[in-house]
């Protein structure tokens, strides 16, 4: 044989013997990270945001092609965040001045026994087009949301300024009781997006009872809420409505919300979801309940405008979201997480995406969320996961359709390898993966992983959020 060949082929002998070794090297290096699928903890309903306010006439005044890439940036599962819960808000005010969202019984009827007069524009302010075009996108979860009855209903005669329900606990009105009347209203504003084909799944009948403002709100302690569903659950019922859950009570923060748990205790078989905003306190640990509970209303409200991932931990950055997700989720047990606004104008971080003009402008924090919503998808279950290595925040969910998606959050300088096992869960073997990645650089991007045996193995850049995506597809079942 000639020398050259056999030098050639030393070369190379020692040369794969050398990419064997690193590979081996970098395995070993790695932390095992096991996702225990028998482990099974809450339920995800999903992840969304909303276009109250007349947010969606904002929307819907952009070119015919920036509407659709603001619909598919918001709810496209291929093209964007692939959100899967929207929240609509339902109208209190007699007009649409400033942003306020319209009633759909503007006037009095003359008293709570009156015949009501609904008026229905088929548009409610814009929100009944962004529901269809989110229903084009596969949502499935739409919570209507009252932020206040209409003020003629009230003990303050107007839809803003606080004020409570007539006929609730401690709200006598010269004008009678109104319970009855306003779950009509609500029942009533349920029909009208049924005959739109447009299913509303969730109604809430109050925002913020702990709070008044000089817009739409109204006072509720946690025994009139209660009063109140006490009508409204029976007044669904003879509508044939009984699959809209009833979502309680919107509290301005969490711990507020946990607090008036043990006021809601008569109709507790009455409710479907409990609800409360991060704005006093954020959530971080389970509320004392048994139903599945969303965290519905967070922003940085008044931080300047800024699209970054990562600057300096800011409250407007995407990698704070990510984080803020996972520790509602994780620590918290929550089944859902919502952002106030999808889209809109103006220069602060209230929103996801930013209109301006007739651009549309998607900030980290949509990709945060998107981040979650496109692989942790509605009905997929949390489950157990141990062995992270220090600084990489860890989360396990199993999918309806089988699929295991695990989230690495590194809040660290510095890569950080992992390998990635699955058990359990009737021999769970997966034999494809995938890997996605959002950073400074990267929109929930394609990233390098490799399957062997079952394991996965990756490296989580710092200050980055990496999705693993483990299927076991057909020919393995075989």
Known sequence: MPLLLLITIAVFLSLTGLVRSASLEDRQSGNTVTVSLDQRYQTIDGFGCSEAFQRAVQMSKLSEEQQQYALDLLFSTTKGAGLSILRNGIGSSPDMSSDHMVSIQPKSPGGPSSTPNYVWDGSDNKQLWVSQEAIKRGVRTIYANAWSAPGYMKTNGNDANGG???GVSGASCSTGDWKQAYADYLVQYVKYYLESNVTITHLGFVNEPDLTTSYASMRFSGSQAADFIKVLHPTLEKA???TVGINCCDT?????QASMLSQLSSVDSLIST????????SPGSPMNTRHRVWQTEAADLNGQWQGGWYSSGGAGDGMTWANNIYTAIVNANASGYLYWIGAQTGVTNSKLIRIDGDNVS???RLWAFGQWSRFVRPGAV???VQGAPSGLRTAAFQNVDGSVAVQFINGGGSAASVQVKAGGGDGFSPNAAAAFITDNSHDISEFN???S???AVTSVPGRAMVTIVLKQEAAALA
């Not at 301005?252 to 507020?256: A, F, V």
């Not at 409990?274 to 306190?281: G, N």
């Open 164 to 166: 409570t329900l007539c």
């Open 240 to 242: 044939n409505l009984s």
């Open 252 to 256: 301005e923060g969490w711990g507020s």
């Open 274 to 281: 409990i609800t409360a905003h991060s704005y006093t306190s």
């Open 362 to 364: 998607p900030s980290k």
């Open 382 to 384: 949390r489950v157990g």
């Open 449 to 451: 992983v490799s399957l």
């Open 453 to 455: 045996d079952g394991t």
